[in-house]
């Protein structure tokens, strides 16, 4: 082991000298630097990826104020050349500057075309942004800049994460800052074996996916020191790793789980509660979907600051609308069928067949776009777990739907009616409950909230006439799995199959998976044909 | 007496929701072209386009003056994405209403579907989507792309290019991403791609959960090895595909995912920005720019009355199969399927990218491969080309079963399958 002060001392001149560099170059060589930087840019007028990669980092390396404005158009795709080589930059207001000078252009260009990306470029471009906007006075933009380095490894930005580094404050991004610098490191031929192994250590740190790229990285081309340095890293990361998959799995399966209750819990009212097997459920979750997106077209051309707000506002419209024609079909044809459970099954199917191909007619075969609010978007890190934020409020929205469904049926005097209605219809009706009235209700609830599922469902799934098929098989099995008539069950039916489901789905596959789980509930119907929570009593025999 | 028997026909026919076209016509004048795309089901999202597709054309061509000098006329009916339903919907088109043509299909199950049928009643057939290759059959024309001329180019870019070292091979579970992904495994092993750098999944149809497999494939991109992913998965599941790839933040720099099933219709079902730079290989893109191309979309556009439909590569497949089916007529004189499929090899048409497209004797027909990145607005930017149009490999060279088999169906040989090692028509077998 060397003295570890000489090397302190040599890394300090190493980076006075950096930064003493990096202040002198504007003052130095200014006109010869935007000279530079002037043929970097006419290098980048091509169609050649190679050649406009190429200028991207002679762009860089001239260091010329103008590379930052001129890479960041690049990247949003509002950098133009013109046959002759000169380059634009198109501002917002549709204004053009000359990325040569920075003024802004005489004349319009002549006939511009963009400057082009392909995912090579494309990667170029972010490693080239990320070293120039370490300095960056939001320190938002210099955590994102030093993770673009990390991923990059590239070393011409070394000096410049040196520099940045040294004048960081925020412990977090100094943080990025030296795993960016150990990163950039490891693959520096000029680096000493010792400071290799010591930079995989701080890489080592992050202990997620990334770092075990890097490391990856490493073990595939490093020496014989330096692979068992990564090995051991990166076995520690994956233990770590192997711990967050099954939380991970459980997270998975949760969601799925929410999902499947969000569709399955309006058929526990209407087929668990009232007996009507109802086939075109799985289209009062289609029409809540395309009820949701007639919203957002609404408010994208009328109101488009409330984007924001088009979910909740779709909500108690889905509600409505599927529960209406809910209501409308209870009225029109399943009053006549009842206790005809298959004569309700053949009609109900036709509805839904009715229902898909005249939203077909109305709105095309094609799927719909329905965009997702900005708090929808996205994930964010929860100790290595990627957590999307779709799915996270999806599994809290079905909660809440659960939750006001429990206290709709226990706590109000409508809830009352109902379970009076469904444990002895007659009875009922002598104490003065009008039935019919009810059983309408009962199956408008059901499928209104079938359309407030189709409003969450809009954001993972094709709003498409077909959405509400693919959910009507699995809403049944919930339905029956957890046994008729319990809303708990659906509960704890919807849970336990989306958690075994993804449990199973890394070991078996997606299909297999799903065919083991259809085999598991036929056997356990066999079983307890019942269900989980079997309703006991003499309701049940009646 | 006449008269009446014939309107009471054409009632009874309407009725029937079978044709669309009207019967002001006498049967022999007309020249009628079946059309046989899926308006309701699963498959209506992308084949009701197509039906749009050849009633322009059609419309188009008897505009110039129709063909042989009697109009065509549209038979248009509706299989409704049931595949047994295909086979008896080819039956009636040829049987009852003597159609000369049929443009039809779109999966490859349906295509199996009415393949006996079209070869017992000896019609001639245009297929228009790009399929898993293995097939030849004397009475089916394929506009659509073998998967030499789609996939194979795909995965060389990506190798070439992009230095992809490690492959996820992800479909959905049927015919066609199953022989594609075979095909692709061997090719790659052939290579030098080792056993453990190629990961391969299926999904059902209309798959919408990708959590799970979407963290996988982050998980085996993360060996050191660039990664990429080869998805043959089925236009429903790709959407939530997608979302989950944009929302877990897998950016097209670091795996990017090229898709054979994916391409202007699919995205418009998608907010596209965060799947900026993922790709696509087709024989066609919307974004091409010829003069052929602007003028076709302007049509379409005009046609359909909507200036936002988007044109997609099936479409041109069509575009030239009806062109090549025109000329082979006029080339052959009449519409009697033997004349005309002896005519149509050979017989060369411009595509809609500034090239030319020629039937080949194996049924197949010759396209450029282009490479796109998917744009911001949902079109895709054309990063790559071939040089020249590619012929088809209907039997792929890389599988043990159809190496030794090539179709021609010129006059000596006339065989879909001739094996050239045992020297006789009949396959693989021995």
């Not at chain 1, 690049?74 to 003024?103: E, N």
């Not at chain 1, 081309?221 to 068992?228: S, V």
Request: hydrophobic share 45%; glycine share 8%; aromatic share 8%.
């Amino acid at each position: 082991m060397r003295d570890p002060a000489p090397r302190r001392l040599r890394r300090a001149a190493a980076l006075l000298a950096a930064l003493v560099a990096l202040l002198l170059v504007p003052l130095l060589a200014g006109p010869a630097r935007a000279q530079d930087a002037g043929a970097a840019l006419a290098r980048m007028a091509t169609e050649q990826f190679a050649q406009i990669e190429a200028g991207i980092a002679d762009l860089t390396a001239s260091g010329s104020p103008l590379a930052l404005p001129a890479l960041e158009a690049l990247a949003d795709g509002r950098l133009y050349y013109s046959p002759d080589k000169s380059v634009f930059i198109k501002q917002a207001d549709g204004r053009w500057i000359d990325a040569r000078t920075g003024a802004a252009s005489a004349a319009d260009p002549a006939s511009p075309k963009p400057v082009r990306l392909n995912n090579r470029v494309r990667r170029a471009l972010e490693a080239a942004l990320g070293s120039l906007s370490l300095m960056n006075p939001d320190p938002a933009k210099r955590l994102a800049a030093a993770e673009a380095v990390v991923k990059s490894r590239d070393a011409a930005a070394l000096p410049a994460v040196e520099a940045a580094l040294a004048k960081e404050t925020d412990p977090r991004i100094r943080k990025a800052l030296s795993q960016a610098k150990a990163a950039t490191t490891i693959f520096l031929d000029t680096a000493t074996e010792s400071e290799k192994v010591a930079a995989i250590e701080t890489v080592a740190g992050r202990g997620d996916q990334d770092a075990l790229n890097l490391l990856g990285a490493v073990r595939e081309r490093g020496t014989p020191i330096l692979k068992l340095a990564a090995e051991t890293a990166s076995a520690g990361i994956e233990r770590r790793l192997a711990l967050l998959n099954g939380l991970q799995n459980v997270w998975y399966g949760l969601s799925l789980g929410s999902v499947l209750l969000l569709a399955a819990i309006g058929l526990a009212i209407t087929f668990g509660v009232m007996g009507v097997i109802n086939m075109a459920h799985g289209e009062m979750v289609m029409l809540g979907a395309y009820t949701t997106f007639l919203v957002q077209e609404f408010l994208r051309t009328r109101y488009p600051a409330l984007f924001d707000l088009s979910l909740p506002i779709a909500i108690p419209l889905a509600f409505l609308v599927a529960g209406a024609v809910g209501v409308a079909l209870e009225r029109g044809v399943i009053r006549f069928l009842y206790g005809r459970p298959l004569e309700t099954l053949l009609a109900t199917w036709g509805v839904s067949l009715i229902l898909q191909q005249t939203v077909r007619t109305l709105f095309g075969a094609n799927n719909r776009e329905v965009g997702a609010p900005s708090y929808m978007a996205g994930s964010f890190d929860f100790f290595g777990l990627t957590v999307t934020h779709g799915r996270l409020w999806i599994v809290v929205f079905a909660m809440a739907v659960f939750a006001c469904l429990l206290f709709v049926l226990k706590a109000t005097s409508f809830g009352l009616k109902m379970r009076a209605v469904t444990q002895n219809r007659r009875m009922a009706s002598c104490m003065g409950i009008r039935t019919p009235w009810l059983d309408a209700m009962t199956f408008g609830l059901g499928s209104g909230i079938a359309g407030i599922a189709g409003v969450a469902l809009s954001q993972i799934d094709n709003v498409s006439p077909n959405l509400g098929q693919s959910y009507i098989v699995d809403s049944f099995m919930v339905v029956v799995f957890g046994g008729v008539g319990n809303l708990w069950g659906t509960l704890v039916a919807a849970l336990t199959l989306g958690i075994a489901n993804k449990f199973l789905e890394p070991v078996a596959g997606a299909v297999l998976g799903k065919i083991a789980l259809l085999v598991f509930i036929i056997l356990f119907i066999q079983k307890r044909p019942r269900g989980l929570f079997a309703q006991k009593g003499r309701a049940v025999e009646a | 007496m006449t008269f009446r028997v014939t309107s009471f026909l054409a009632g009874a026919a309407v009725a029937a929701g079978v044709t669309l076209a009207s019967f002001a016509a006498q049967a022999q004048d007309t020249i009628k072209v079946g059309v046989l795309h899926s308006l309701s089901g699963t498959m209506a999202i992308s084949e009701t386009t197509l039906k749009d597709v050849m009633l322009m054309l059609i419309e188009d061509q008897n505009k110039k003056g129709g063909l042989l000098g009697k109009k065509l006329e549209p038979v248009v009916v509706d299989p409704a994405s049931n595949w047994p339903l295909f086979a008896e919907k080819a039956r009636e088109l040829v049987q009852k209403d003597k159609v000369a043509a049929i443009f039809c299909c779109w999966t490859s199950v349906s295509r199996k579907s009415v393949l006996p049928v079209v070869e017992e009643l000896n019609t001639v057939v245009f297929y228009p989507v790009q399929y898993e290759g293995e097939e030849s059959s004397k009475n089916i024309f394929y506009t659509g792309a073998a998967p030499n001329q789609q996939a194979i180019p795909a995965v060389d870019y990506l190798a070439e290019n992009e230095g992809v070292k490690r492959w996820v091979l992800a479909g959905t579970d049927y015919v066609y991403p199953r022989t594609t992904n075979k095909i692709l495994e061997a090719y790659l092993k052939s290579k030098g791609v080792k056993p453990e750098d190629i990961m391969i999944n299926y999904t059902p149809f209309g798959h919408s959960d990708w959590q799970t497999i979407v963290a996988d494939i982050k998980k085996f991109g993360s060996a050191g090895k660039k990664t990429a992913v080869v998805s043959t998965i089925n236009g429903d599941a790709n959407v939530p595909f997608y979302k989950e790839l944009g929302n877990q933040g897998v950016k097209a720099t670091d795996i990017p995912v090229v898709a054979f099933s994916v391409g202007e219709e699919e995205l418009a079902g998608i907010d596209t920005k965060p799947l900026v730079g993922h790709l696509a290989a087709w024989n066609y893109f919307q974004s091409i720019d010829t003069p052929e191309n602007k003028a076709f979309i302007e049509k379409w556009k005009a046609y359909t009355k909507n200036p936002k439909r988007v044109t997609n590569d099936p479409m041109e497949a069509h575009v030239i199969g009806f062109q090549m089916w025109v000329k082979a007529v006029e080339k052959a004189g009449t519409t009697d399927p033997n004349a005309v499929i002896d005519a149509l090899i050979g017989v060369t048409v411009p595509n809609l990218t500034g090239g030319y497209s020629a039937m080949m004797p194996n049924h197949h027909i010759t396209k450029p491969v282009f490479i796109g990145e998917v744009k911001a607005d949902g079109q895709f930017n054309v990063v790559w080309n071939t040089p020249a149009p590619v012929v088809a490999n209907e039997w792929s060279p890389y599988l043990e079963g159809s190496k030794d088999l090539i179709a021609d169906w010129r006059a000596p040989l006339s065989c879909g399958n001739f094996n050239v090692k045992t020297g006789k028509c009949g396959g693989a077998g021995k």
